[in-house]
């Protein structure tokens, strides 16, 4: 069973700092461009950011420029979102997705093949 499963999600004052984990299992991910996308109450699910399959390429959306950053550990089948200067409209569940083989350039969710669970993000001001 192929299963992305995400961790790390909590509570955080504004201007705060998080990490929030992915972990992929029932195969690997070190092919896919794996995502981070995100859903506020009463929102549409909206692109954070992805990197390659290398690691070597980011996409970020503008919102988060900056103060979001995407790594991945591969040996580890783990993708990760560090999440700094955290504002309150940044509140969102959290969610983790694989692109089979994939390009860092398609943003929109039903691109996205496999989908984590998702963690919640409460910043408070």
């Known amino acids: 069973q192929v299963q992305l499963v995400e961790s790390g999600g909590g509570l955080v004052q504004a201007g705060g700092s998080l990490r929030v984990s992915c972990v992929g299992s029932?195969?690997?991910?070190?092919?896919?461009?794996m995502g981070w996308f995100r859903q506020a109450p009463g929102k549409e699910r909206e692109f954070v950011g992805c990197i390659t399959a290398s690691g070597t390429g980011r996409n970020t959306a503008p919102s988060v420029k900056g103060r979001f950053s995407i790594s991945r550990d591969n040996a580890k089948n783990t993708v990760y979102l560090q999440m700094n200067s955290l504002k309150p409209e940044d509140m969102a569940v959290y969610y983790c997705?694989?692109?089979?083989?994939?390009?860092?350039?398609?943003?929109?969710?039903?691109?996205?093949?496999?989908w984590g669970q998702g963690t919640l993000v409460t910043v408070s001001s």
């Open positions: 997705a694989a692109q089979r083989g994939g390009s860092m350039f398609r943003i929109r969710s039903d691109e996205y093949d496999y």
């Open positions: 029932g195969r690997t991910f070190s092919g896919d461009v």
